[in-house]
Each structure stands twice: as structure tokens, then as C-alpha cells.
């Protein structure tokens, strides 16, 4: 079943050709990408003309820093109606706030279905993306270099890397990551203590990066330690700009 999956996946991919998703413009100054981890931390040096992406309830984390509304939002298509306790916690962070684009990954439902489902809990968007799977694969093999199917838990990776690899496609010269710990379990917008899904693979995409050169850093020291990212200085952009 796993190898009948892929290959009908691959064939997908290679007939469709799909675009991977990117921002309008490319990015010109660093990104920061908040995640929903329970321990994130404020880039030292933190310019208001950083790009903000934030990942499904990790908004709650920057607008108690008192940052504008993010760029960018990644949201996972069972957090618009799903009904766990996750879900539920994602849409109460998210409540009444809003965000310049949102992406929803793997919705197959109706658009208008989508659009209903995000004004219940009235969040806004400038712009609202529907990535499909197809879509997210593409994006994966324009930084990594292989198709990666996602055929299992063992191989998919989590809405955090997907926004790391958005903003590496989207020509980013520097990304910060906080909240995107592989190690930790728990997000920041509930207190369920939630496993990671998608550690392993999120660690081995996170090394890979380090190791091609690709410019990510974190402004989390525990994750520094563990995957062996930069972290982030103030002086960093000043050399790297």
C-alpha cells in the first residue's frame, strides 16, 4: 500500500508539474518564523521590517510581543472545522486576528467551504492560498532535491519546515526560526502536551539545510544545541545584508 501511494504520487507530480508556493515578491530582509513550540524567544535585534510568518496558533506568540500581523500564515486544513482539542485551542488563538496571506495546506474541500469555515472564528486575510499535496511536494524538492511523497509519519514534515523551505523558495537571505523545536513536545496555545508528529524528519530537514549552506538560524539556544543551527545575533544581518 506504502509503494502503490508513492508511486501514484510521483506520477502525479511528474504529469502535473506543479509550482511550488512563494511569496509575491522576494523576501529582502530576514524572516522570522514563529512556531507553536511552548518556549519561543524574540530575535535579538529584531527590526519591524523582519518578515513575520507564523505557523497555525503561533500568532498568539507574536502579537503578545506586540508584533504586527504576520506576512504570512501556514494552517493546517483540520484545524478550520476539526473538532480535537487541538483544533479547537488553534482556532481560539487565532480568533479575530488576521494575516497578509494565508496558506491552507491540503484542503480538498470547496473554497467557499474554507472561506465559511475561517469567518466562524473571524479570521481575516488579505490573500488565502489553497496548497495541495502535490504543491507542498514541489515545494520540498525545489530546496531539498528529491521528492519526498510523504508517504507516512516517518517522512512527513511539520507546517513549520514547510514555512523554512517557503521562505528559502521565496529568496530569503536570512531565517530565523523560534518555536520550531523537533525535541520538544506541547504547543504555546494549550496545555494538551501533544507529541510532535514530525520530529525526526523536521531535525534531519533542519541539518540537511545547515549542512547545504542554506542560511537558517535559530533564536532558540536548546534548539542550536540540538540540530547545531546559528544562533541568531543582532550583528548577523549587518554581515550578511
Do not use: C
Not at 19 to 45: C, D, K, M, Q, T
Not at 100 to 125: C, I, P
Not at 169 to 184: E, W
Amino acid at each position: 500500500m506504502k509503494a502503490y501511494k508513492s508511486l501514484i504520487r510521483r506520477v502525479g507530480y511528474y504529469a502535473l508539474r506543479p509550482h511550488p508556493p512563494h511569496y509575491p515578491s522576494p523576501f529582502r530582509n530576514p524572516v522570522l518564523i514563529v512556531g507553536s513550540a511552548p518556549v519561543s524567544n524574540l530575535p535579538e535585534g529584531y527590526q519591524s521590517n523582519y518578515h513575520l510568518l507564523t505557523i497555525n496558533g503561533s500568532q498568539s506568540v507574536s502579537t503578545g510581543w506586540g508584533l504586527a500581523d504576520p506576512d504570512v500564515t501556514f494552517l493546517q486544513y483540520r484545524q478550520v472545522y476539526g473538532t480535537n482539542d487541538n483544533a479547537v485551542a488553534v482556532r481560539k488563538a487565532l480568533k479575530d486576528q488576521s494575516t497578509g496571506h494565508l496558506y491552507v495546506m491540503r484542503w480538498t474541500q470547496s473554497r467557499k467551504e474554507l472561506e465559511d469555515g475561517l469567518a466562524a472564528f473571524n479570521y481575516s486575510y488579505r490573500h488565502l492560498h489553497i496548497v495541495n499535496r502535490l504543491q507542498r511536494m514541489a515545494l520540498f524538492k525545489r530546496i531539498m532535491g528529491y521528492l519526498n511523497t510523504e508517504d507516512d509519519l516517518e517522512t512527513r514534515f511539520s507546517n513549520g519546515v514547510t514555512a523554512v523551505l517557503y521562505a528559502l523558495a521565496s529568496g530569503a537571505r536570512a531565517v530565523i526560526i523560534t518555536g520550531i523545536n523537533p525535541a520538544s513536545q506541547g504547543h504555546i496555545y494549550n496545555n494538551l502536551n501533544l507529541g510532535r508528529q514530525h520530529s525526526q524528519t523536521d531535525h534531519d530537514v533542519l541539518v540537511a539545510l545547515l549542512r547545504a549552506g542554506h542560511p537558517v538560524y535559530t533564536a532558540d539556544p536548546d534548539v542550536a544545541q540540538s540540530t547545531g543551527l546559528p544562533l541568531w545575533k543582532a550583528d548577523n544581518w549587518t554581515l550578511g545584508s
